[in-house]
């Protein structure tokens, strides 16, 4: 069977997991790979005990304070680097943008000498 992570096809690297190898994967595995494709909105991790972020702490009330203030940190780093996703077209723009490779195209990507639109909607931003 061919390594489907390190073949190099037209100048991409394949990447992804084929239905053989997750059937014969762990519980867990199978868990991070569906977190991976479906991630939640909020992830917080303990990485001391958990480097390969098994287990998502977010929900859990013990650590809603640290989570807050990562969050308020986070927030207020956005806000100061003027994030340009912080403004709700431009976000919307990169999700139908993303939407329409993943849906649209052959192979989820653009072809040769196509390129990502965000470029020209995500640079119009002022510097600090």
Not at 22 to 28: E, F, I, K, V, W
Not at 53 to 63: D, G, H, K, M
Not at 114 to 119: A, H, L, S, V
Request: charged residues 25%; glycine residues 4%.
């Amino acid at each position: 069977m061919a390594d489907i992570y390190c073949t190099l096809q037209t100048g991409f690297f394949e990447y992804g997991t084929n239905s053989e190898e997750m059937m014969s994967a762990s519980p867990l595995v199978r868990q991070a790979y569906e977190t991976w494709r479906k991630p939640p909105r909020v992830e917080l991790y303990d990485l001391q005990t958990d480097p390969w972020e098994f287990q998502n702490l977010s929900a859990e009330s013990a650590f809603s304070e640290p989570l807050q203030r990562l969050q308020t940190e986070l927030q207020r780093f956005r806000e100061q680097y003027r994030d340009p996703l912080l403004d709700p077209e431009k976000l919307q723009q990169l999700a139908e943008e993303h939407r329409v490779v993943a849906e649209e195209l052959p192979r989820g990507r653009y072809s040769a000498g196509q390129q990502w639109r965000y470029q020209q909607y995500l640079q119009n931003r002022a510097e600090p």
